[in-house]
């Protein structure tokens, strides 16, 4: 009898494969990767049409090629004039509802700037300050106004800067308090138009806020604005703003707490010209408290020796005099995660500038050191003959005094209890290799100083480096030479601040008071210092541009 079970597994073989190819075709999978999506919605149709004139409709329905996500329509799309009642905003698939709830005004110009409001599902791109403009008479408004917001301290180009109108009218009334009826967004090179504006007169502002809600509310806002009104009567253009953070009236502490590792931290609202603290309760304990004031003097760090109390009542003294009062609980037996570490003062590359001497620098105030646990290697062989001297301004700061070799190889070493903090707390074991810069890297910089005829105004002439942090600042009154000796060979900016007051430093503007920032001006050339060498370059300091 012939065996058929070879026969129906062929036949079967043969199908199942049949079945494979054609899956295998009908899994087509869609092609992955491809260029990103940068593209916005687009309009493909607006009804009533856009810059309709006699318009007369509830709604307005706006088609677009894709489906959309509408975002804070209630804060980013503003119409003009304002309505009491808010329209109501609807999506529909990928169209767009506008339904009025309030009667629109007689022969009036109506715009609506939908802001940031509308962008795309799947790449969030951001349909950027459309506008749908109608009139309910036979005349549309069509002046404009235009020109550059910057930032004062930086001169840059400031992008996603809110520039907004408040006619003369409602600007006492609606500046600080209400969202602006007429406003656009700066592009990315910091430029402005507004259109469709009826003649009127205007305040003009700039806004780069914190909060996306386009109300000058709030201290960590900048703000620009033009010292005067400005009579729109037909097109302007050129209008330059310059935002700046305006120093607050009323000086208060807008953070107080303690750290996870026991220091007060107070945060103030503006910085301090001259600043002190006292400990009013309990009084014992101001005797024996350390305080440091950040450079900008808006920041306090206060350190308690005797952590045992239950809350602190500290005074905030400007010049000797109270400014404010604070008061921060903590329970008497809380305890805290105190470690303490150390930075030393060499760059990146562990390289320690050569003719100085080598800041160690605790996390905590510095009680006391044990000179036999610190070890001091040069090219693996012991050093005994450095010192080690405090800094009467820093108490956490050492500095290690040695007569350095260029091209030798440093370790410090600090053993176990090397360092002692006000708290008792002794320092781990750490070590820290470095070496001494060569001299060649260094470089001297001479600028000639040039002032404008306009003799009799003082100048702060900055020196930045290659990350914006201030090296130097020196006032100067008449054409000079000023000297940095030893910079390092990297890229550096000079920044010059014209000082109306011949305070020998900047001072912020204040909108309440009409009263313009004093002006800055970044020299446009960067400065390149070459290995050993001795540059001098020209600064020119122009005339300055007196403020729109």
């Given at each position: 009898?012939?065996?058929?079970?070879?026969?129906?597994?062929?036949?079967?073989?043969?199908?199942?494969?049949?079945?494979?190819?054609?899956?295998?075709?009908?899994?087509?999978?869609?092609?992955?990767?491809?260029?990103?999506?940068?593209?916005?919605?687009?309009?493909?149709?607006?009804?009533?049409?856009?810059?309709?004139?006699?318009?007369?409709?509830?709604?307005?329905?706006?088609?677009?090629?894709?489906?959309?996500?509408?975002?804070?329509?209630?804060?980013?799309?503003?119409?003009?004039?304002?309505?009491?009642?808010?329209?109501?905003?609807k999506t529909d698939k990928k169209s767009l509802v506008i339904q009025f709830k309030d009667t629109l005004l007689k022969n009036t110009t109506y715009v609506i700037n939908f802001g940031k409001a509308i962008a795309d599902v799947n790449e969030s791109n951001v349909l950027k300050n459309y506008t749908y403009v109608f009139?309910?008479?036979?005349?549309?408004?069509?002046?404009?106004?235009?020109?550059?917001?910057?930032?004062?301290?930086?001169?840059?180009?400031?992008?996603?800067?809110?520039v907004f109108l408040f006619s003369l009218r409602q600007d006492s009334l609606l500046f600080g308090k209400k969202k602006p009826g007429i406003f656009t967004t700066t592009d990315t090179a910091g430029n402005f138009s507004l259109n469709n504006l009826r003649e009127d007169t205007y305040r003009i502002y700039a806004?780069?806020?914190?909060?996306?809600?386009?109300?000058?509310?709030?201290?960590?806002?900048?703000?620009?604005?033009?010292?005067?009104?400005?009579?729109?009567?037909?097109?302007?253009?050129?209008?330059?703003?310059?935002?700046?953070?305006?120093?607050?009236?009323?000086?208060?502490?807008?953070?107080?707490?303690?750290?996870?590792?026991?220091?007060?931290?107070?945060?103030?609202?503006?910085?301090?010209?001259?600043?002190?603290?006292?400990?009013?309760?309990?009084?014992?304990?101001?005797?024996?408290?350390?305080?440091?004031?950040?450079?900008?003097k808006d920041t306090a760090v206060v350190y308690m020796r005797n952590m045992a109390f239950d809350s602190l009542s500290i005074a905030i003294l400007d010049n000797n005099k109270p400014i404010d009062t604070v008061y921060q609980l903590k329970s008497k037996n809380e305890t805290f995660q105190r470690n303490l570490n150390f930075t030393f003062g060499v760059n990146r590359d562990n390289k320690?500038?050569?003719?100085?001497?080598?800041?160690?620098?605790?996390?905590?105030?510095?009680?006391?050191?044990?000179?036999?646990?610190?070890?001091?290697?040069?090219?693996?062989?012991?050093?005994?003959?450095?010192?080690?001297?405090?800094?009467?301004?820093?108490?956490?700061?050492?500095?290690?005094?040695?007569?350095?070799?260029?091209?030798?190889?440093?370790?410090?070493?600090?053993n176990e209890g090397a360092f002692t903090d006000i708290y008792g707390d002794k320092s781990k074991k750490f070590v820290k290799p470095f070496i001494v810069d060569k001299p060649e890297n260094y470089s001297q910089l001479t600028l000639k100083v040039n002032l404008p005829t306009d003799t009799g105004k003082s100048y702060v002439v900055e020196l930045?480096?290659?990350?914006?942090?201030?090296?130097?600042?020196?006032?100067?009154?008449?054409?000079?030479?000023?000297?940095?000796?030893?910079?390092?060979?990297?890229?550096?900016?000079?920044?010059?601040?014209?000082?109306?007051?011949?305070?020998?430093?900047?001072?912020s503007g204040n909108v309440k008071r009409r009263a313009q920032p004093e002006t800055i001006w970044v020299s446009p050339k960067d400065i390149v210092l070459r290995a050993n060498w001795e540059a001098e370059e020209p600064l020119d300091i122009p005339k300055e541009q007196s403020n729109p």
């Open positions: 009898m012939l065996n058929k079970k070879p026969v129906f597994f062929n036949k079967n073989l043969f199908f199942l494969l049949i079945v494979l190819v054609l899956c295998g075709c009908a899994a087509q999978q869609k092609p992955q990767g491809g260029p990103r999506d940068l593209t916005p919605p687009k309009i493909l149709k607006a009804t009533p049409e856009d810059q309709t004139r006699n318009f007369k409709a509830k709604e307005i329905r706006i088609d677009f090629d894709e489906y959309f996500r509408l975002t804070n329509p209630y804060q980013e799309i503003s119409i003009s004039p304002a309505q009491e009642k808010q329209p109501e905003y009139s309910t008479g036979s005349h549309i408004d069509s002046l404009s106004l235009s020109g550059n917001v910057v930032n004062s301290t930086t001169g840059l180009k400031e992008k996603d800067a809110t806004l780069k806020e914190s909060s996306p809600d386009k109300i000058f509310n709030n201290d960590n806002d900048l703000i620009a604005f033009t010292k005067k009104p400005i009579r729109v009567d037909k097109d302007s253009s050129n209008i330059l703003l310059k935002l700046f953070k305006q120093v607050p009236d009323n000086f208060r502490v807008a953070e107080k707490k303690f750290t996870l590792d026991g220091k007060l931290s107070l945060v103030f609202n503006r910085p301090v010209q001259k600043p002190a603290l006292k400990v009013l309760y309990p009084a014992a304990l101001d005797a024996q408290k350390i305080v440091e004031f950040t450079k900008t320690l500038k050569p003719g100085t001497d080598l800041p160690i620098t605790g996390n905590f105030p510095l009680e006391s050191y044990d000179a036999a646990q610190i070890v001091l290697l040069e090219d693996s062989i012991p050093i005994t003959t450095f010192t080690l001297t405090k800094d009467t301004t820093n108490l956490r700061k050492y500095y290690l005094k040695y007569r350095w070799r260029v091209n030798a190889k440093y370790q410090i070493g600090l930045l480096d290659d990350i914006k942090n201030v090296l130097r600042s020196d006032v100067v009154s008449k054409n000079t030479s000023l000297v940095y000796k030893n910079y390092a060979t990297i890229k550096y900016s000079i920044r010059v601040i014209y000082d109306a007051n011949h305070n020998g430093r900047w001072d």
